[in-house]
């Protein structure tokens, strides 16, 4: 499986930014979103299964939506009313580890990675 993510950008405080990433390869139980910002440790955003369950972090939830386009293989994380402290490299990735929901928030149970895609949200 391989990952391209896209869709980063510079963007002021409350703009909204959309990021994609497009899969190749064969289908995972489920796609995710991770960020990381300067000096931090990678976190968790959003996760979408394959039977299309969400979840979300509590720092963007009412903010960010995650959804997926099947024909497209593509997973996209809409992000709005952004904030500075938006700011990181966002990570797609993909998991077979299965659809439980406390295990799709741990980077480690995902095996397939993209790029990243830098998102700047200026204040």
């Known amino acids: 499986v391989q990952l391209q993510a896209s869709g980063g950008g510079l963007v002021q405080a409350g703009d909204s930014l959309r990021l994609s990433c497009t899969a190749s390869?064969?289908?995972?139980?489920?796609e995710g979103w991770f960020r990381q910002a300067p000096g931090k440790e990678r976190e968790f955003v959003a996760t979408?299964?394959?039977?299309?369950?969400?979840d979300y972090a509590n720092s963007v939830k009412g903010r960010f939506t995650i959804s997926r386009d099947a024909s497209k293989n593509t997973v996209y994380l809409q992000m709005n009313n952004t904030r500075p402290e938006d700011t990181a490299v966002y990570y797609c990735?993909?998991?077979?580890?299965?659809?439980?929901?406390?295990?799709?928030?741990?980077?480690?149970?995902?095996?397939?990675w993209g790029q990243g895609t830098l998102v700047t949200v200026s204040s």
């Open positions: 979408i299964t394959r039977n299309g369950r969400v």
């Open positions: 990735a993909s998991s077979d580890y299965g659809t439980d929901a406390d295990a799709l928030r741990l980077s480690w149970n995902y095996k397939y």
């Open positions: 390869g064969r289908s995972t139980f489920a």
